[in-house]
């Protein structure tokens, strides 16, 4: 996942990347191949993180790209796996319901 990509979450069910803040609430889907309404954004990803340096990857809903960064440091550090809330994403999706672009989720 690239850092200015967010996860929206559409109407139909599946979930788009895109880059930056939707301007608009509707998504090409590149899966059903028409627009479809921004229902919300996926906050939730795969986190790896390093207790001993900075390293710190945001993986989505990837999770064998976050096992693969996992692999790549350095063994005598502590990486770990977690799933969290992107304070990024959660922030994104503060603002575009502030905006109106994206109803507030009902929980
Ligand atoms: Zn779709
Ligand atoms: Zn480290």
């Keep these: 996942m690239r850092a200015d990509y967010l996860m929206y979450k559409l109407a139909c069910g599946h979930i788009m990347a895109h880059r930056g ?3 608009t609430p509707a998504l ?3 899966y059903c191949r028409k627009d479809s309404l921004v229902t919300g954004i996926q906050v939730t990803e795969y986190h ?3 207790a001993n340096c900075t390293f710190s990857r ?3 809903l990837a999770e064998p790209q976050a096992r693969f960064w996992w692999g790549q440091h350095d ?11 992107n304070p990024k994403s959660r922030r994104a999706l503060v603002k575009l319901i502030g905006k109106g672009i994206i109803a507030e989720e009902k929980k």
């Design 28 to 30: 090409l889907c590149g």
């Design 21 to 23: 803040l939707i301007t």
């Design 58 to 60: 945001w993986c989505g």
């Design 48 to 50: 790896v993180k390093c």
């Design 75 to 85: 063994i005598s550090h502590r990486a770990v796996i977690l799933y969290e809330d």
